[in-house]
């Protein structure tokens, strides 16, 4: 029996920007993504029929629900395969997080299978099924560093922002990205991010200006509702980070470093307070 063994990688988000709220109800957004080295690892192999889902993570659907069925089903039904799959999650990045976790899986699950059963499809091809799972799959399958626009299915790929430290912290409380956006006030607003310029310190690679600049307006709604968010982002600032800022819709910060030391120093610091304290780096 044929086995793959692939990685799925976390992200996070530089700078997010909502601009509109569109008449299909989603929401029209400007947002810098940059994939991490934190990863969940997907072991897939073939089954004779149906979808077997095993995860480590006790909180994960293993049912239809589950974006790994969705990426399963999508190339099944499109490409007429008669063929299950067994996929076991591996889970590293914390669940509903703002990390693109199921997306990740999803986007993995999508190349494990291309490569298992032989489809030979194009990344482009794949990211086209991605953008039927989930808005962040397209961009878990590119990778790098991209500013994703629409929903954030319209990718352009930057410069390598790589090799940069970051501390990921989420303190274990699960947000739901639907809650964040449905409460999201635009008129309230009062700062949003200079994506331009951001994109600028990218491709300079300003590390200094980019972390002093970040700006997520989603924080609005989650920093208000779980003050612990809004408390790891100004902990994490005090203690040597050169920028902080919240992931997607939350609950997890992030922290951008020019030293371990600095960093490590503030990792030991927050260890009493926080759930999950994740030393990596951009890719």
């Known amino acids: ?5 692939i990685d799925a990688y976390a992200k996070v988000n530089l700078s997010l920007d909502v601009l509109y709220r569109r008449e299909d109800g989603y929401h029209e957004i400007n947002t810098i993504m940059q994939q991490i080295n934190l990863k969940d690892t997907l072991v897939i192999s073939d089954l004779e029929e149906g979808i077997v889902i095993e995860c480590s993570h006790p909180e994960v659907p293993l049912d239809s629900s589950n974006l790994v069925y969705k990426a399963w089903m999508g190339l099944k039904e499109k490409f007429s395969i008669d063929k299950g799959a067994h996929i076991i999650i591996n ?46 799959v397209p961009f878990c399958i590119m990778g790098g560093t991209a500013l994703a626009q629409g929903i954030g299915e319209k990718l352009t790929k930057l ?39 951001l994109i600028k310190s990218i491709e300079e690679d300003d590390l200094n200006f980019l972390a002093q600049n970040m700006v997520n307006v989603l924080e609005q709604v989650t920093l208000e509702e779980c003050s612990i968010v809004k408390d790891i982002k100004e902990q994490m600032k005090r203690l040597g980070a050169l920028g902080s800022l919240m992931s997607g819709s939350g609950s997890t910060v992030f922290g951008i470093f020019d030293n371990m030391e600095t960093l490590e120093r503030c990792k030991n610091e927050l260890e009493n307070n926080v759930k999950v304290l994740i030393s990596t780096k951009t890719i």
């Not at 029996?1 to 063994?5: D, F, G």
């Not at 703002?98 to 489809?119: H, I, P, Q, V």
């Open 1 to 5: 029996m044929k086995e793959i063994e």
């Open 91 to 136: 889970k590293n990045i914390p669940v509903a997080a703002g990390l693109a976790g199921g997306s990740t899986d999803a986007a993995a699950t999508l190349k494990g299978l291309n490569e298992l059963w032989g489809l030979n499809l194009t990344e482009e091809e794949l990211m086209d099924i991605g953008a039927t799972i989930g808005a962040d």
């Open 159 to 197: 410069s390598s922002f790589s090799g940069k430290l970051v501390l990921v912290a989420n303190p274990g409380i699960p947000v739901s990205s639907a809650h964040v956006y449905k409460n999201l006030r635009l008129e309230r607003l009062s700062e949003r991010p200079d994506t331009d310029s």
